[in-house]
């Protein structure tokens, strides 16, 4: 294209001297004669150039949330169709919810086997297969919401979660989160850690490693079989999220005692799931376009969770008479001394489980010394000021 409107101005320069020779035009006229011939070239020379056609994609996703489950599965629907969206419909995402395609805790080796693409997920359902996994949910006094994005992104959380993932074909990103949890539903009252002694409870990841520490029996269930092992009597409390969630799932039928906070998710992080191979497969704009749609989920869902916990904790007490109960300083001792016996072997377990560690040590120190000089106090100071 340059070529051409250099030979174009050369030609129309050559015609210039001829023509001052004779009858000088006016320069208006032989500037717009100009103008007219280099946009001509341009628009032929554009018209000529093919156009590229991109790869069509298929993908399937797989998830351990049923569909259009508030927060959880609308999430991760919401997630897969913006990628569809973000690529005008070049990539698509079919979305299974769980029991769909496979088990909602077959999803991981759905996606590691490369039968799916991905998968969504909390990475804390994979502890059995490597405890190291919980770390990218939520542990035991961990992380907070924006505490958990800063080890992540910026002190070297996602680096080891590579690391991890790798050992079993995947490659993962942030994809959500819940914020903290709360404690969870009981029928008796807890007054002390030796309540939940013979305790069966809904705990998966080291927290419900925790629980039985403490002498009870942890329990994993995928969350569409708690409320009927809740009524049974199969279980005798859980923990699922908070109160948008719990009210959906109906707990407040079952359950009497609704504690809070819990010790075991201070900021649930979710995660999208990646076969590596199939991801690394995908252009360098493909693969970034994933990863920023996974991080706008990451930031949309927890808006959500904070936008609607409130007013539902507020209908669970008012509208169906739950009684909110806080963990004595007594209970979270004990969930203390119990949350250091399961890191300790944690980290035992492997080189970079202990690696892992040491970095979630380090960060919660240095990003938590943070947290405890500006949103704690602050949020301590506004509501003594307001009487909130």
């Known amino acids: 294209m340059h070529q051409l409107i250099n030979l174009n101005r050369g030609e129309i320069m050559i015609k210039e001297k001829k023509l001052l020779k004779g009858k000088t035009p006016s320069r208006r006229k032989f500037f717009k004669a100009a103008a007219a011939t280099g946009v001509a070239a341009v628009a032929a020379s554009s018209l000529a150039a093919p156009a590229v056609a991109k790869?069509?994609?298929?993908?399937?996703?797989?998830?351990?949330?049923?569909?259009?489950?508030?927060g959880l599965g609308t999430g991760a629907q919401r997630f897969a169709q913006r990628i569809t969206d973000m690529s005008d419909g070049r990539i698509q995402v079919t979305y299974y919810a769980a029991n769909e395609r496979v088990k909602a805790f077959d999803s991981f080796d759905e996606v590691a086997s490369g039968n799916s693409q991905m998968y969504h997920?909390?990475?804390?359902?994979?502890?059995?297969?490597?405890?190291?996994?919980?770390?990218f949910t939520a542990v035991p006094f961990g992380f907070t919401y924006t505490e958990m994005n800063a080890w992540i992104r910026f002190a070297g959380g996602q680096q080891l979660w590579d690391e991890l993932s790798d050992k079993f074909g995947l490659k993962n990103?942030?994809?959500?989160?819940?914020?903290?949890?709360?404690?969870?539903?009981?029928?008796?009252?807890i007054r002390s850690p030796n309540d939940f002694k013979?305790?069966?409870?809904?705990?998966?990841?080291?927290?419900?490693q925790v629980i039985g520490k403490l002498g009870g029996s942890p329990v994993s269930l995928p969350g569409g079989q708690i409320y009927e092992n809740l009524v049974s009597g199969a279980i005798d409390a859980t923990e699922w999220v908070g109160p948008w969630n719990d009210e959906a799932m109906k707990f407040q039928e079952a359950a009497k005692y609704y504690y809070y906070p819990g010790m075991h998710e201070p900021g649930s992080m979710l995660a999208c799931g990646t076969n590596k191979s199939w991801f690394t497969s995908l252009s360098k704009s493909d693969q970034l376009l994933i990863e920023a749609a996974a991080a706008m989920e990451n930031d949309v869902m927890m808006s959500e969770y904070n936008a609607k916990n409130g007013a539902a904790l507020a209908r669970l007490i008012n509208d169906h008479g739950v009684k909110l109960e806080k963990f004595s300083d007594k209970v979270y001792d004990g969930f203390a001394g119990a949350a250091n016996e399961v890191f300790e072997e944690t980290r035992a377990s492997s080189g970079?489980?202990?690696?892992?560690?040491?970095?979630?040590?380090k960060a919660r120190k240095d990003i938590g010394s943070w947290t405890n000089l500006s949103d704690s106090p602050y949020i301590s100071q506004r509501n003594r000021a307001l009487g909130m």
């Open 173 to 189: 990103f942030m994809c959500g989160s819940t914020g903290v949890q709360m404690g969870g539903w009981f029928n008796k009252k």
């Open 198 to 208: 013979g305790l069966k409870m809904r705990m998966p990841g080291l927290g419900g």
């Open 352 to 361: 970079l489980a202990e690696r892992i560690h040491s970095s979630f040590l």
């Open 55 to 70: 790869e069509r994609i298929e993908a399937s996703m797989v998830a351990t949330w049923g569909r259009d489950f508030p």
């Open 121 to 135: 997920a909390a990475d804390y359902y994979w502890v059995k297969k490597d405890p190291a996994w919980g770390y």
